[in-house]
């Protein structure tokens, strides 16, 4: 798995007009139910986010093409849960992982609409949450709000990381480092809000 890591890195880096498909891809795919759960999507990113630090790709077109995987992604997803519900009791693979969806379920109960945001966050979880908004028959207006409003943070969230390594290997200069900084403690006081927010109404 290193080796071709490193090795889609390195063809990236010489070929960075196809970045964006790649970055699209791999968005998408980590956000479809159970091949998400497979797809190393973060990894990936953080490398996309170190050529970003070493100045090799564009940060807000790769932003984009992250966030447009995303939405699609986790579009297809629900589209899946709200017309093809069947189906779930037909994958082997929830078959042989029931827990698997048993805690998409648990973490949508509690979480609501917000948990299609949060489920971005939460690993495997996620290429699970937006097929169980579809099967709990989530308002499509509502979800795609969630969707599109969550794909604008996560894109950035996960690339930024992978910045900050590149501009250290780059330039070795912290003061390049400190938008990206204040972006990542940006989005983790929003984040701790919403969930002691949560936790606040949960437990009246």
Same mark, same amino acid.
């Given at each position: 798995?290193?080796?071709?890591?490193?090795?889609?890195l %390195?063809?990236?880096?010489?070929?960075?007009?196809?970045?964006?498909?790649?970055?699209?891809?791999?968005?998408?795919?980590e956000?479809?139910?159970i091949?998400?759960?497979?797809?190393?999507?973060?990894?990936i990113?953080l490398g996309?986010?170190t050529?970003?630090? *070493?100045?090799?790709?564009?940060f807000?077109?790769?932003?984009?093409?992250?966030?447009?995987g995303?939405?699609i992604?986790?579009g297809?997803?629900?589209?899946?849960?709200?017309?093809?519900?069947?189906?779930?009791?037909?994958?082997?693979?929830?078959?042989?992982?029931?827990?698997h969806?048993?805690?998409?379920i648990?973490?949508?109960?509690?979480? %609501?609409?917000l948990?299609v945001?949060?489920?971005?966050?939460?690993?495997?979880?996620?290429a699970?949450?937006?097929?169980?908004a579809g099967?709990?028959?989530m308002p499509?207006?509502r979800?795609?709000?969630?969707?599109?409003?969550?794909?604008?943070?996560w894109?950035? *969230?996960?690339l930024?990381? %992978?910045?900050?390594?590149?501009?250290?290997?780059?330039? %070795?200069?912290?003061?390049?480092l400190?938008?990206?900084?204040?972006?990542?403690?940006?989005?983790?006081?929003?984040?701790?809000?919403?969930?002691?927010?949560?936790?606040?109404?949960?437990?009246?």
């Amino acid at each position: 798995m290193t080796e071709w890591f490193s090795a889609l890195l %390195g063809w990236i880096e010489l070929n960075p007009g196809y970045a964006g498909w790649v970055v699209f891809a791999v968005a998408l795919v980590e956000s479809l139910a159970i091949v998400g759960v497979l797809v190393p999507g973060v990894v990936i990113l953080l490398g996309a986010g170190t050529l970003i630090g *070493a100045g090799i790709l564009d940060f807000w077109l790769m932003c984009l093409w992250a966030i447009a995987g995303a939405i699609i992604g986790d579009g297809l997803s629900y589209w899946l849960g709200h017309h093809f519900e069947y189906l779930t009791a037909r994958w082997r693979w929830f078959r042989l992982h029931p827990d698997h969806l048993q805690k998409g379920i648990r973490f949508f109960e509690k979480y %609501g609409d917000l948990s299609v945001a949060l489920g971005r966050f939460f690993g495997p979880i996620r290429a699970i949450v937006p097929l169980v908004a579809g099967l709990m028959h989530m308002p499509p207006r509502r979800f795609y709000l969630a969707n599109v409003l969550s794909a604008l943070v996560w894109a950035p *969230a996960y690339l930024i990381p %992978g910045i900050v390594l590149g501009e250290l290997s780059t330039s %070795g200069d912290w003061r390049s480092l400190l938008f990206p900084l204040a972006a990542v403690a940006l989005i983790l006081l929003v984040w701790a809000l919403v969930h002691l927010r949560q936790r606040h109404q949960s437990s009246r």
